[in-house]
């Protein structure tokens, strides 16, 4: 049982149980130790990841192995706090940044916690997630939200860490011009995030029409249609120079296929970068010698690091607005968790789906 100021109540948890399988069900939490803080999640998005989970019960090689608590891009109110806790009080509203690196190895001593080996991350095998009344994290990886930044808002700096980061990664500025391929949740983030950072020119490529609109609805200077068909590269890369007027200095795949990649790697300039943001295949078959032959860099990224502060202070100051992004909500109810799982598994006009709890 979970003790709150009012009354006693189980804390309950979505569980994927089984492929298209999701469970309300109790969830005991770990108990809250010295520098933890203790959280009623308020508003919750779905992530691709979740989605992929949800479908196959895997995502490249993280396999749900046994029944996991799912959903990871949270926010809430702080209900208890450790005795060790400082800069955190009960009834802040705050957002959580969900991945716990182990913090003593070399990668994490080198600043790149993102990619410890021992990350312990919300809703990725075998780590339960946070689509739940309430969870447990640790204090430095909860941060307060202003107020007028709200709690979707908050929730919403997961996704938009992954941009702020590629971002970052690809050192974007206010001289390079952009291809972003795929217009979907990462594909706007990103885009939003390449535009906070001053970039001049960006073109946002998709093979979907509705998807595309939002693309240019939320700032794209230019959007082209593409298809799935690999032999289809040339033709449209010819489109996007054409839409540019001028070179790509730094192309963004959103999308991660054997397609996207080989057009990023055709569409970007000699001595430009090509950053790999999305992971759709676990294995990639594309043409790097004619790249190498032009100095394009290729680098990729995972996740994020050190970015909830930067994404709190641009959603603070209007530098960027996530709210146009979401889509579809939803309160936590068994019906309520299956119908929104669904409607982010069919795409389409669904960009971001949040629960309400």
Not at 38 to 64: E, P, T, W, Y
Not at 144 to 149: A, E, R, W
Not at 224 to 231: A, G
């Amino acid at each position: 049982m979970m003790n709150t100021e009012e009354n006693e109540e189980m804390n309950m948890a979505a569980w994927l149980v089984g492929i298209k399988n999701l469970q309300i069900q109790p969830y005991d939490l770990p108990p809250l130790g010295p520098n933890d803080v203790k959280v009623q999640i308020k508003a919750l998005g779905i992530c691709g990841s979740d989605v992929h989970h949800f479908k196959n019960m895997r995502v490249a090689n993280f396999i749900v192995k046994k029944p996991m608590v799912i959903g990871h891009e949270c926010a809430g109110i702080v209900k208890e706090i450790g005795p060790n806790v400082k800069t955190l009080a009960v009834g802040d509203r705050v957002a959580l940044e969900p991945g716990i690196s182990c913090q003593n190895c070399d990668i994490c001593k080198d600043g790149r916690y993102n990619l410890c080996k021992k990350m312990k991350f919300f809703g990725s095998p075998p780590t339960n997630g946070a689509l739940a009344n309430q969870v447990v994290h640790p204090e430095n990886l909860v941060f307060k939200l202003p107020d007028n930044v709200s709690l979707e808002e908050g929730a919403m700096c997961e996704p938009l860490s992954v941009g702020v980061h590629a971002c970052r990664r690809a050192n974007v500025t206010p001289h390079t011009k952009l291809l972003i391929i795929g217009a979907g949740p990462i594909g706007l983030v990103t885009m939003l995030a390449a535009r906070a950072f001053r970039a001049p020119k960006i073109i946002i490529a998709d093979v979907d029409d509705s998807r595309l609109s939002i693309a240019k609805d939320l700032g794209a200077d230019a959007t082209i249609r593409v298809s799935t068909n690999i032999e289809d590269i040339e033709k449209e890369t010819a489109m996007i120079h054409e839409a540019m007027g001028e070179s790509v200095d730094i192309s963004f795949d959103c999308v991660g296929f054997n397609k996207t990649m080989s057009t990023a790697l055709n569409a970007t300039r000699a001595g430009g970068k090509v950053c790999l943001v999305g992971l759709g295949q676990p294995q990639m078959t594309i043409p790097l010698v004619p790249a190498a032959a032009r100095e394009v860099d290729v680098i990729g990224i995972f996740r994020y690091r050190n970015t909830w502060p930067l994404c709190i202070e641009l959603l603070k100051t209007g530098k960027i607005d996530v709210k146009p992004l979401i889509t579809h909500r939803y309160k936590f109810t068994q019906e309520d968790v299956e119908k929104a799982f669904e409607t982010s598994a069919q795409g389409g006009n669904a960009i971001k789906v949040m629960f309400n709890l």
